[in-house]
């Protein structure tokens, strides 16, 4: 994912209305757009190639199945438009290689998540979070998912991941921080109710892209 503006939104609502709309209003923010299962169960597959036509789709179904079924999911994804897909890692090493050659296969990206931003991922999800970055980097995945509200999570990740993006959820309604987490090492931070509950969601993704500009001059 090239970077401009080190934002990515995340769309996860359910009317297909309000996320063209928002894509509109912000694609000269955002460097991608997220999508989940919300959006796609509720208006279908093609939303994705519709918003793609705003700016690149990240389909966030954090992908945790065997083998095939990971290559199957990967493969509607990429096909429908998405320029990239979020997997869990801790289906193993096999599944993860299906989603990355799927990946490379589209000329597509694959981010791992490595810990989730809610607090119920420091029950399972935290404790594995070096193994399943290391894997990640084992495995060739084009980057990593980690938690802008522990952004001490996203410094240790950047140890280990060296050079790989790190994509970084949780900024607003969560509590993180973007600056916060860009200084600690995230290459984009992933924004969503603070944007799409906006009156105006256009401005709050420009606000948002200033701060990011400052933590990186900062980090710099």
Known sequence: MRKKTGLIAALDMTDKTQALSIS???????????????????????????????????????????????????????????????????TGRDSLMECVNTGREHHGEIYVVTEMSHPGALDFLAPAAHKLAHLAVECGASGIVAPATRPESVRDMRRIVGEMPIISPGVGAQGGSAAEAIRAGADHVIVGRSIYNSKAPGKEAEKLVREIKSACDDRT
């Open 24 to 90: 509109k209003e912000i694609e000269y923010f955002v460097d991608a757009i997220k999508v989940g299962y919300p959006l796609v169960l509720e208006s279908g597959l093609g939303i994705i190639g519709m918003i793609a036509e705003f700016a690149p789709v990240i389909a966030d179904f954090k992908v945790a199945d065997i083998p095939n079924t990971d290559k199957l999911i990967c493969r509607q994804a990429f096909d429908a438009g998405a320029s990239a897909v979020i997997v869990h890692g801790f």
